[in-house]
């Protein structure tokens, strides 16, 4: 699954990386196939990004432009998805 993000500027992932500079996106990290950031979406259809032990509200929009996740094989470029919400971060 893919997903589109929109990371606003009181949220900062990864300083010590960065050197306090504003972080434009977050690595997921994976040890043994297990990651630590999940998509949680609740039965009242609310949608939180989980990262490590943190929880933040997403809120979802339609996308005016079209963007898909395709793949490149043999010279071939497959459609694999269309990508046509994003979500955006709220301050809890």
Do not use: C, W
């Not at 900062?12 to 990651?35: C, I, L, M, P």
């Not at 997403?58 to 963007?67: A, F, Q, Y």
């Amino acid at each position: 699954m893919f997903f589109y993000i929109k990371k606003p500027s009181f949220l900062d992932f990864s300083k010590k990386e960065y050197d306090n500079e504003q972080v434009k996106r977050f690595t997921v990290t994976q040890r043994a196939g297990v990651s630590n950031t999940k998509l949680i979406i609740y039965d009242d259809d609310s949608v939180y990004l989980k990262n490590g032990s943190q929880f933040f509200k997403l809120s979802e929009s339609t996308m005016n432009k079209k963007n898909y996740v395709a793949k490149l094989e043999d010279e071939k470029l497959t459609v694999e998805e269309n990508i046509d919400k994003k979500y955006f971060i709220h301050k809890l």
